[in-house]
């Protein structure tokens, strides 16, 4: 089946103080049938300045469940978003730098 994988980013500063909340979209997969609580492996997310970016230095994998599918049939062709569990990345911790 063919997926648009999504996923709700909370970006915060030090005191938990939320800056933004954006969807990252992880992009478009053929892949088999998924379904809420399957596991997928992708690349550790990170912040370069306030945009939310992979992480693809050497050992930055993250694993999500999937926690919501929909399907939007109003859309043509037919759009599957798969939803991953939120995440959450604090300003100063999660900066990747020039690594992205």
Do not use: N
Request: hydrophobic share 40%; charged share 25%.
């Amino acid at each position: 089946m063919h997926y648009q994988v999504c996923q709700q980013v909370k970006i915060v500063d030090m005191d938990e103080e939320i800056i933004s909340e954006v969807v990252f979209e992880h992009g478009e997969y053929e892949t088999a049938a998924l379904s809420i609580g399957s596991s997928v492996v992708i690349h550790q997310l990170g912040l370069k300045e306030f945009d939310v970016v992979y992480d693809k230095r050497e050992g930055k994998i993250a694993r999500f469940k999937v926690v919501d599918i929909e399907i939007d049939l109003i859309t043509q062709p037919v759009v599957t978003r798969v939803y991953l569990e939120p995440t959450k990345l604090i300003v100063g911790q999660h900066d990747i730098g020039e690594f992205a």
